[in-house]
């Protein structure tokens, strides 16, 4: 299988370098930016090109790993002279029916991770959500996922949105409460690397436990000698005393929570 490349950031580099490991063939990468298509071109000894023009019509497959704003616009420009071939994006976000009247052939490649281009990702651990125009298609996609990671699911349109929502969470909001964190403990001279045991710790629990019975803490049994000393400390930061005060609120009141009085007392 002869396979496009559209973008060049870090979901599209981290593809890009695991598709050749597996053995694909990366004929091309096409990016707005010179630098990042030279770049990742280089690593997949592949061509590349700033000018959707001279995207190559010959590939069997297109993987577009582009910015959700820009992917309307430029899926028309893309599918202009290869109509024939199968365009997926792999965006968590996105419909599947944007190629919708624009190519014959379509669907979904989604790998739900972060991607950090400094970091390597192992991509046996990725899961892969995948959906497709037909059924020949999501079995062609599920063969190329396959090679890149033993967790392949399918899922529509309307789920991965939902599994994008929860990403949002688990993973971009809480990456912000480290990055709090590490504010909080720059200001007393403390290092951010005191809490890698803790995170650590917490990550690991909700592999065995679920997230609600792993949930400790003075909001779990609302500790107001704890809460109101932890507000005033950061009276002079109003944004972060009233996300304090809205999580430890949103903790404790947890429709579906059902901690016993006993439990979800620890140090933290």
Same mark, same amino acid.
């Given at each position: 299988?002869?396979?496009?490349?559209?973008?060049?950031?870090?979901?599209?580099?981290?593809?890009?370098?695991?598709?050749?490991?597996?053995?694909? #063939?990366?004929?091309?990468?096409?990016?707005?930016?010179?630098?990042?298509?030279?770049? %990742?071109?280089?690593?997949? $000894?592949?061509?590349?090109?700033?000018?959707?023009?001279?995207? +190559?019509?010959?590939?069997?497959?297109?993987?577009?790993? #582009?910015?959700?704003?820009?992917?309307?616009? #430029?899926?028309?420009?893309?599918?202009?002279?290869?109509?024939?071939?199968?365009?997926?994006?792999?965006?968590?976000?996105?419909?599947?029916?944007?190629?919708?009247?624009?190519?014959?052939?379509?669907?979904?490649?989604?790998?739900?991770?972060?991607? $950090? +281009?400094?970091?390597?990702?192992?991509?046996?651990?990725?899961?892969?959500?995948?959906?497709?125009? =037909?059924?020949?298609?999501?079995?062609? %996609?599920?063969?190329?996922?396959? +090679?890149?990671?033993?967790?392949?699911?399918?899922?529509?349109?309307?789920?991965?949105?939902? #599994?994008?929502?929860?990403?949002?969470?688990?993973?971009?909001?809480?990456?912000?409460?480290?990055?709090? =964190?590490?504010?909080?403990?720059?200001?007393?001279?403390?290092?951010?690397?005191?809490?890698?045991?803790?995170?650590?710790?917490?990550?690991?629990?909700?592999?065995?436990? =679920?997230?609600?019975?792993?949930?400790?803490?003075?909001?779990?049994?609302?500790?107001?000698?704890?809460?109101?000393?932890?507000?005033?400390? %950061?009276?002079?930061?109003?944004?972060?005393?009233? %996300?304090?005060?809205?999580? $430890?609120? $949103?903790?404790?009141?947890?429709?579906?929570?059902?901690?016993?009085?006993?439990?979800?007392?620890?140090?933290?």
């Amino acid at each position: 299988m002869k396979i496009v490349l559209i973008g060049a950031g870090n979901v599209a580099t981290h593809l890009g370098i695991a598709l050749q490991k597996a053995g694909c #063939l990366v004929l091309q990468v096409y990016s707005r930016t010179e630098e990042s298509a030279s770049v %990742l071109a280089a690593r997949l $000894s592949a061509d590349y090109t700033v000018v959707p023009d001279e995207i +190559r019509r010959d590939a069997d497959l297109y993987i577009v790993a #582009l910015k959700d704003a820009v992917l309307p616009q #430029l899926a028309p420009i893309l599918a202009k002279g290869r109509e024939q071939a199968l365009f997926v994006h792999t965006a968590g976000s996105m419909p599947m029916d944007l190629w919708k009247g624009l190519v014959e052939r379509y669907g979904v490649l989604y790998p739900m991770q972060t991607f $950090s +281009r400094q970091r390597e990702v192992d991509f046996n651990a990725v899961p892969f959500f995948i959906e497709a125009s =037909s059924p020949a298609e999501v079995e062609l %996609l599920r063969m190329v996922a396959a +090679r890149l990671s033993p967790k392949v699911y399918e899922a529509t349109s309307c789920q991965r949105r939902y #599994l994008h929502l929860a990403a949002v969470f688990a993973c971009n909001f809480a990456n912000h409460m480290y990055a709090l =964190s590490s504010h909080i403990l720059e200001k007393q001279g403390i290092p951010f690397e005191v809490m890698l045991p803790l995170i650590d710790e917490t990550a690991g629990k909700v592999h065995e436990l =679920s997230p609600v019975q792993a949930q400790t803490g003075p909001a779990v049994r609302y500790d107001k000698n704890v809460i109101s000393k932890h507000l005033e400390m %950061l009276a002079d930061e109003e944004p972060l005393q009233e %996300l304090y005060e809205k999580i $430890s609120k $949103s903790i404790h009141h947890l429709p579906w929570s059902a901690v016993p009085a006993n439990e979800g007392k620890n140090n933290s």
